[in-house]
Nanobody, 121 residues
Framework: QVQLVESGGGLVQAGGSLRLSCAAS????????IGWFRQAPGREREGILC????????IYEDSMKGRATVSRDKAKDTVYLHMSNLTPDDTGVYYC??????????????WGQGTQVTVSS
């Protein structure tokens, strides 16, 4: 079974950019869909987008449209979430999750441990 590790979080000023990484081990990554989620302080975890096995992106979070893109490095078994023009509302713990098909990505999927993103105003 695949295992996931997120990295790339940190403290960034409003208007800045970050690239989060979701690295896989244990099984080839290319056959999985990857969902990215955010849990803001005091709120439930919510889905941001899903990156399919065909390398297409479906963005669920309206505020991320035009600010988030995803890429995959197959040689490194890593998927990247690129976020730009960050605001304090983007603060939270970011998780990636893997499953077969975006329609299956959710609570029962394989999850990483999360990476903290803090955006200062």
């Amino acid at each position: 079974q695949v295992q996931l590790v997120e990295s790339g979080g940190g403290l960034v000023q409003a208007g800045g950019s970050l690239r989060l990484s979701c690295a896989a081990s244990g099984r080839t990554f290319s056959s999985y869909a990857i969902g990215w989620f955010r849990q803001a302080p005091g709120r439930e975890r919510e889905g941001i987008l899903c990156f399919s096995e065909r390398d297409t992106t479906d963005i669920y979070e309206d505020s991320m449209k035009g600010r988030a893109t995803v890429s995959r490095d197959k040689a490194k078994d890593t998927v990247y979430l690129h976020m730009s023009n960050l605001t304090p509302d983007d603060t939270g713990v970011y998780y990636c999750a893997a499953d077969f098909g975006c329609h299956n990505v959710g609570q029962g999927s394989v999850w990483g441990q999360g990476t903290q993103v803090t955006v200062s105003s």
